[in-house]
Nanobody, 115 residues
Framework: QVQLVESGGGLVQPGGSLRLSCAAS????????MKWYRQAPGKQRELVAT???????NYADSVKGRFTISTDNAENTVYLQMNSLKPEDTAVYYC?????????WGQGTQVTVSS
């Protein structure tokens, strides 16, 4: 049973950077899609970034040019590099793995952008 474990959240000042990690324990299939979502208090969960096993990426307009999604296939880990953070980026961030057996979610990691 694959599990996703996220890390890297925290408190950062506006303009700062954080890198989130999502490690998949166990083997994953060669064809998959990894996604990062976020959910701010009182708001719906929002898709932030997507990466496929083929390396294609996609981003929400609100984070384009500031966030970068990447993978380390040898480590079964997906990263979300977040630069130029804004207070409106404050949310719980979740990773999501989609493969032929279904979808898995991480437990979430809190990102707070505040001075």
């Amino acid at each position: 049973q694959v599990q996703l474990v996220e890390s890297g959240g925290g408190l950062v000042q506006p303009g700062g950077s954080l890198r989130l990690s999502c490690a998949a324990s166990g083997s994953i299939f060669s064809i998959y899609t990894m996604k990062w979502y976020r959910q701010a208090p009182g708001k719906q969960r929002e898709l932030v970034a997507t990466i496929t096993s083929g390396g294609s990426t996609n981003y929400a307009d609100s984070v384009k040019g500031r966030f970068t999604i990447s993978t380390d296939n040898a480590e079964n880990t997906v990263y979300l590099q977040m630069n130029s953070l804004k207070p409106e980026d404050t949310a719980v961030y979740y990773c999501n793995l989609v493969q032929r057996t279904g979808a898995l979610w991480g437990q979430g990691t809190q990102v707070t952008v505040s001075s």
